[in-house]
């Protein structure tokens, strides 16, 4: 099926990455959105990939044209995913803080880890230098599902932080952050039993597979109801 995208944040990395596999499948038409005014062309989806500051304006876009919307910006506030939850009431919307398949999947088994042992959980990330937020986007959606699945509320401790001299508090989830060099992306989750441990990895090798999972997501979401949508559901339920 031939579609057309308008992409916000086409001069990023992941942007890049996006715009090259598009231009690459015949099927897709890959357009920057403009900085002001109504774009010319018409379009089936809105991908932002930009940073926090420039959700406002695929928001404005986005309900304008009445296109679907997939987020992948990361470092999001509270007064942002308000916003995109008002704007899901009248256009499909999707906010995925990572588009891997595979770390949807890690997600899913790590409920299913949580739920089943009441040991020590640690979540660690990697990231390239200039990534802004930290913990990443990721780390926290894999923070939100443990502690779900343990009925807690998401809170975690720095590990970066200097050591305080006390014990680690049991079913407390620590997270430690690693900036440096060119890295798209590690994130591991820990688990620690008494004499045993597990441990669920997922290595990003390439940024394509992120702008891959980002076109799939505009593929399935394009030609939806109005309502918000997450990324693994929309690949398998």
Known sequence: MS???LLQGAGGRLGSAIRELAEADPELRCLPLPRAGRPEPGAEVLIDVSVPEGLARSIEVAEALGVALVVGTTGLDGDALARLRALSRK????????????????RRVAAELARLLDWDVEIAEVHHRAKRDAPSGTALALLETVAAARGQAPRWEDRAAPANGLPRAH??????????GSVPGE????????????????V???????????????????GRPPGWYEFDRLLWD
């Open 91 to 106: 256009v499909p919307v999707l906010h995925a803080r990572n588009f891997s398949p595979g770390m949807a999947a890690m």
């Open 3 to 5: 579609m057309t995208i």
């Open 204 to 222: 990003a090798e390439h940024r394509r597979l992120f702008a891959r999972g980002a076109l799939l997501a505009a593929r399935r979401l394009a």
């Open 171 to 180: 079913g407390s989830i620590g997270v430690a952050v690693l900036r440096g």
């Open 187 to 202: 994130h591991s989750v820990h688990w620690f039993g008494e004499d045993e441990r597990i441990e669920l990895r997922h």
